[in-house]
Nanobody
Framework: EVHLVESGGGLVQPGGSLRLSCAAS????????MNWVRQAPGKGREWVAAINSGGGSTSYADSVKGRFTISRAHDKNTVYLQMNSLKPEDTAVYYC?????????WGQGTQVTVSS
């Protein structure tokens, strides 16, 4: 059974940093691309970043480019999202996502709140 468990969220001041983690199990982690997606209050889900199976290729939404970095550790079956220069508009629940055989899997999400 596929499990994705996010952690690392919290309350941070504008300009601060957080690192989110997503521990994956139940599938061959090293063979699959991974995504981070967020949902702000009252809005739909927004794709944030993606990393390919090998970790050598990444892509970002324009809203986070230059501030966020996605990475993965195959020995830990974990994908990370380093978030720097956080802004109030980054406030959202952040979800880890894997698309396996055309089916989307999601974690429970971790809340990130950027506020002074």
């Amino acid at each position: 059974e596929v499990h994705l468990v996010e952690s690392g969220g919290g309350l941070v001041q504008p300009g601060g940093s957080l690192r989110l983690s997503c521990a994956a199990s139940g599938f061959i982690f090293s063979s699959n691309a991974m995504n981070w997606v967020r949902q702000a209050p009252g809005k739909g889900r927004e794709w944030v970043a993606a990393i390919n199976s090998g970790g050598g290729s990444t892509s970002y939404a324009d809203s986070v480019k230059g501030r966020f970095t996605i990475s993965r550790a195959h020995d830990k079956n974990t994908v990370y999202l380093q978030m720097n220069s956080l802004k109030p508009e980054d406030t959202a629940v952040y979800y880890c996502n894997a698309n396996l055989s055309s089916r989307n899997y999601w974690g429970q999400g971790t809340q990130v709140t950027v506020s002074s």
